[in-house]
């Protein structure tokens, strides 16, 4: 194959894995099933890395597709299977204003910065933190971006069309309803993708080669690859077009040299290159040194890593003191774990927030978390019951989490699995403050831990068998007290196994044969 031709075969793949990643996010009936999901996320490598520590399946093959794709061509990860690595080429595409100038210069990668977040990162990680991870982590990134700024304006095209048709009988598209993500996570998506934009506008891949995880690991088994570009200085005419097209500012057209580990391998230089002057072919022969830094900013760049690993580490209750944390949805001390994360200390340290399980659930239950598991589970999806309840028979988020966060459940076994404990709060009640009949929340119990018992003046109030109540929050979406509910979930900081509900036997209805009337 020429080596020109190289880029046309990267964007056809990096567009053909770009769909599937998008409408991952952006599938509004649920018409992707759950083992094409886990194929697809099993090629992301931060998700994957992290489930490794759970278990070993799909995201353990992934890896290591990954990690030989890397020791054999280089970072081709992060030009064709990343899907923000695609949506910074979309954006920087648009800068065609300086095609015909100097687009893009060389310049020497920070590698202080880069090597010192990812271990930063690391470390946070075994530590139970994912703070940087959810913030930094390319495919939870391009999900967030998806499922909280794309999805909504989808839904509502979707719903406007749905009206616009029906009013001529056209039923072809049914009404959704909108998700609507929390104020703080939609201005926090909104400022991420601000700024990745911004840098992929004017500077190309700076955020791969200055911020992101995956690029910073895969930048350091690329130095050991068996093929790379390299500069022939031979046959180089020094025109410089290579270091004009180089989005990763890679390419020293000067001194003729290619830092191969900032390289995306975007193969933009070899189509450019008007003779042979690129090739793949032997080893970067030294390592790219670090710019030098004075003390000042090392000072600032230890004093901030410092400031971030003390937020990171901080629980959750000692974060309520320092930060401000929604109120009102919910009393429970902890916010309630998805079925299948085990505890929220499993689930905190695992969870990369790239809100799968969010656009999969069929209840909008699953909701993603600003501050309430503390800084370290910023983005990490929550239980919001006063969205709609857990379905009963639904298991899909444990099928689809790339990371082991949420783990899968058979369907019998989810049905046991006792995430939180419906508290009663009987002063609150209106059949207590009103002395009248409701019993919403019993009527609405799946395993009936919710039932009525007899009050006065021939009520029924409500009443809880915490035994076999599974925090479904099936009782607390229907209660209409307001704004503080009568009945809620209080959080189990880790899963517990309900017994099962009794079931009583019908009695048969006995029928009184009539006689033959003639």
Known sequence: MELRRLKTVRVVVSLILFVPAAFLFLDLTGVLPAWAITAFTSLQLVPSLVKLFSSVGWGALGVAAVLLLTLGFGRVYCSTLCPLGTLQDFISRLNRRRSSSRRFIFRRQNYLLQYGLLLLAGALAFGGSMLLI??????????????????????????????????????????????????????????????????????????????????????????????????????????????????????????????????????????????????????????????????????????????????????????????????????????????????????????????????????????????????????????????????????????VCPTGAILPLAPEEKKLTQIGKTKFVKEECIVFTKKTECGACSEHCPTKAVHMVAYEKGLVIPEVNEEICIGCGACERPCPVAPNKAIYVESNPIHLIAKKPEIKKAEPEVRVEEEFPF
Not at 193 to 216: E, K, Q, S
Not at 274 to 289: E, F, Q
Request: hydrophobic fraction near 40%; proline fraction near 7%; charge should be positive.
């Open 134 to 399: 959810n913030l930094t982590e390319p495919f939870s990134n391009f999900g967030r971006i998806t499922g909280t700024l794309v999805q909504p304006l989808l839904l509502l095209s979707n719903n406007a069309a749905s009206w616009v048709l029906g009013r001529f009988d056209v039923y072809a598209l049914y009404n959704i309803p909108l998700r609507v993500p929390p104020v703080g996570v939609f201005v926090v998506s909104l400022a991420f993708v601000g700024m990745v934009a911004h840098l992929a506008y004017h500077h190309g891949r700076l955020y791969c080669n200055t911020l992101c995880p995956a690029g910073a690991l895969l930048g350091l088994l690329s130095r050991a690859a068996l093929f790379r570009i390299v500069i022939d200085e031979h046959a180089c005419k020094e025109c410089g077009l290579c270091e004009k097209v180089c989005k990763s500012g890679c390419i020293d057209s000067d001194n003729k040299r290619v830092d191969f580990s900032a390289c995306v391998s975007c193969f933009n230089c070899l189509d450019a290159c008007p003779t042979v002057g690129l090739k793949y072919a032997g080893r970067v022969r030294k390592w790219p040194t670090a710019p030098e830094m004075d003390q000042r900013r090392r000072r600032i760049l230890r004093d901030s890593a410092a400031g971030v690993a003390t937020l990171a580490f901080l629980p959750g209750d000692s974060l309520r003191a320092v930060l401000p944390v929604p109120t009102g949805k919910t009393r429970s001390r902890f916010p309630v774990a998805p079925p299948g994360s085990r505890s929220v200390e499993w689930f905190t340290s695992r969870c990369t927030a790239c809100h799968i399980c969010v656009g999969v659930c069929p209840t909008g239950v699953l909701s993603p978390s600003l501050f309430e598991y503390g800084v370290g589970g910023i983005f990490q999806p929550r239980m919001d019951y006063s969205v709609n309840p857990c379905n009963y028979d639904c298991t899909l988020c444990g099928q």
